[in-house]
């Protein structure tokens, strides 16, 4: 199916973080909280999914 995203764990944790308005800093603390990886691998990783939903169209981005 074209534009289908699949998502992991982690992945489904931040779309719903998402969802509820979270913002990036928050989303970064969720990932450390939960999984065992470093403040800059978190960072990086909530920036990758941000970045990932906003190719999709699934987020806009706001220019913040």
């Known amino acids: 199916i074209n534009g289908l995203i699949s998502l ?6 931040l779309y719903r973080l ?3 308005g979270t913002t990036e800093e928050a989303m970064t603390a969720a990932l450390l909280a939960e999984y065992e ?3 800059a691998t978190a960072r990086a990783d909530v ?3 941000i970045e990932k939903m906003q190719k999709a169209n699934i ?3 706001n220019g913040e």
């Open 8 to 13: 992991n764990g982690s992945g489904m944790m």
């Open 18 to 20: 998402l969802q509820q």
């Open 37 to 39: 990886v470093t403040e």
């Open 47 to 49: 920036r990758k999914f």
């Open 59 to 61: 987020l806009q981005d």
